[in-house]
């Protein structure tokens, strides 16, 4: 198989300053998975909506308050309502994935369920009013995830673990997915957050009041998640799997994204830089 999906450097397309010009990063919706879009609107950080047959579910809700209408947009243009979702479930709590939930929230009606880790909450209550780098607003949570029980929405069973590192509460996700016109079911896969860098570093955690082993549970946690059996990756930023060169021009063809390999490359990648900066440190 063609490898064609694989973690990206990041370049200066995707960097924060597509909040100022956020028209010019604008990308269509499109398929990711038989029930399961990308209705980010923006080449930087996806945003996943899924219909589970009773309702609809939000992963996190776009890269910054400006780009709001590019998600409400697209959700209208898979065919749904955005007043129909009755839950948002963040992956964890950075502005870049989150600076929307309140607005979003607001616009879908007061029995939208707002979900997080509870790690993750007390991470957002002390940054709810940050402006920079990242937008971050003083949404109200009211639910949190239970690892070790699954979230049954419809035709779902929304499987939640934490892998701490990026954030304290970065939650990933995994659920099945079934083509009702082709019988075929699909394991799917959101980790919500792989990036590495000095926040991982002992001296940074311990500077944050964190755990300064975080960095080695984090190595440890992706190479134990690389062995679950992935069909479907959905990457929290697009660069993580190099999506918008293979977004294809049927924007409702998923079979693009199905690629077992991709899962265990990312996860993998990511464990192998964790602890190459890890070591350097030790030295």
Partial sequence: MEKKFYYAPVGDRLGF????????????????????????????VAVYLLDTGDGLVLFD?????????????????TG????????????????????????????IGPEVEIWISREDEVEHKKHAEDKTPMYVTPY?????????????????????????GHTPGTTVFFFEDTDEETGKT?????HGGIG????????????????PL????????????????VDITLC?????????????????DYSVFVADYLWRDLLLNRADAAEKMLLENEK
Wanted: proline share 6%; with cysteine.
């Fill in 17 to 44: 300053d597509s909040m100022d010009t956020h028209w010019e990063h604008a990308i269509p919706e499109y398929r990711n998975a038989p029930h399961v879009w990308n209705v980010g609107g923006q080449d930087n």
């Fill in 236 to 252: 929290s930023h697009l660069n993580q799997g190099n999506i918008l060169p293979n977004i294809p021009k049927d924007r409702n």
């Fill in 61 to 77: 809700s776009g890269l910054s308050p400006e780009t709001q209408y590019l998600v409400v947009d697209r959700i209208w243009r």
């Fill in 140 to 164: 109200k949570v009211t639910d949190f995830y239970d690892n070790s029980e699954p979230i049954v929405m419809g035709k779902f069973e929304i499987h939640t673990r934490l892998c701490l």
């Fill in 186 to 190: 699909y394991r799917v896969a959101l």
């Fill in 196 to 211: 590495v860098g000095k926040q991982l570093l002992p001296k940074e955690l311990k500077k944050n009041g964190l755990d």
């Fill in 80 to 107: 749904h309502d955005p007043r129909e979702i009755k839950k948002i479930f963040i992956t964890h709590w950075h502005g870049d994935h989150t600076a929307n939930v309140r607005t979003l929230s607001e616009l």
């Fill in 214 to 229: 975080m960095g080695w549970v984090y190595v440890k946690t992706c190479r134990e998640l690389s062995e679950i059996p």
